[in-house]
C-alpha cells in the first residue's frame, strides 16, 4: 500500500466535519457554538508563534478552517 501524503489529515478533517454535523444534527450543540470551535481552531494556528518552522502550514490550516466556516460545511443550514 502507497502512502498518500496528508491522507491522514483529510481523514480526520472529515471525521471532524461528520461529528460536528451529527453534535448539531442531535441538538447537542447548537451552531454558534459549532462556529465558535471552529473560529477558535483558525485563531490557534493564525496566532501560533513565529519560529516554530510550521509556518506555511499553520497559514494553510488556518485558511482551510476559514473557507469551511465561509462555506458552512460543518453545520446544516437551516
Known amino acids: ?7 491522514a489529515g ?5 471525521i471532524c466535519e461528520s461529528l460536528l454535523l451529527a453534535l448539531n444534527d442531535r ?3 447548537p451552531e454558534r457554538e459549532i ?5 477558535d ?3 490557534a494556528h493564525e ?8 509556518e506555511d502550514m ?3 490550516a488556518a485558511n482551510l478552517i ?9 453545520v446544516r443550514r437551516r
Open 10 to 14: 483529510h481523514a480526520a478533517l472529515a
Open 66 to 74: 476559514n473557507r469551511i466556516i465561509a462555506g458552512g460545511n460543518s
Open 58 to 60: 499553520h497559514i494553510a
Open 47 to 54: 496566532l501560533a508563534p513565529p519560529g516554530d518552522g510550521l
Open 27 to 29: 441538538n447537542i450543540l
Open 41 to 43: 481552531a483558525a485563531a
Open 1 to 7: 500500500m502507497t502512502a498518500i501524503p496528508d491522507a
Open 35 to 39: 462556529m465558535g470551535i471552529l473560529q
